[in-house]
């Protein structure tokens, strides 16, 4: 088969040689494949993969809310008793009109346990996010007893006072001991406040 003798002509694609009539419908073939695959079907591939990221996302958000969802009663539970303790916790703290009796409970407290104050001092309010702080500077004489029942005295207050930058010295009087420290009570912002 001479290649030469053959027209080329597309019209008469019909008188071509048989292995050349193969050769030409294979490379047509491969071309429309070639071409359905770059313009079709990378498009859907690529559509696929973001699908599939999609669908590991969305698993994994399902499997995470499924765990929630099986524990949604113990939650719930939780949530009850957290709002119960809140509640016990708040009663706790004074209200506006409640600070000035719980700074008489305070001296009454250093009073009983047989302690001399020389310095009983209230400092002004600090605000935090939810709740007030309530510094009173304090000095007192005593013997170290006497501390120890004062501290034992502010733990059984109803409402919440902590110590704090407490320090021990000796004291010129009586041989004793003075304790310095900021003792710090806590009250509930109302919605006002915050």
């Not at 009663?73 to 506006?96: I, S």
């Not at 021990?168 to 004793?176: E, I, W």
């Amino acid at each position: 088969m001479n290649l030469e003798e053959i027209n080329w002509d597309f019209n008469a694609a019909g008188s071509w040689p048989l292995g050349i009539k193969v050769v030409a419908i294979v490379l047509a073939s491969l071309i429309l494949i070639g071409g359905w695959v770059y313009y079709d079907t990378l498009d859907q591939l690529a559509s696929l993969e973001k699908v599939e990221k999609k669908e590991l996302t969305l698993r994994k958000e399902f499997e995470r809310k499924q765990a929630e969802a099986v524990n949604l009663e113990a939650y719930k539970q939780q949530l009850v008793d957290m709002r119960k303790q809140f509640g016990t916790m708040l009663q706790q703290l004074p209200n506006k009109t409640q600070i000035a009796d719980l700074l008489v409970d305070v001296s009454q407290a250093g009073l009983a346990s047989g302690l001399e104050f020389s310095l009983f001092q209230p400092l002004g309010e600090i605000k935090k996010d939810f709740y007030a702080e309530k510094p009173i500077k304090l000095s007192v004489v005593g013997g170290y007893h006497e501390f120890g029942e004062f501290v034992s005295n502010l733990a059984a207050l109803p409402r919440i006072v902590t110590l704090h930058d407490v320090s021990l010295g000796l004291s010129a009087k009586n041989g004793g001991m003075t304790m310095s420290a900021t003792a710090k009570t806590y009250r509930y912002l109302d919605e006002e406040e915050k």
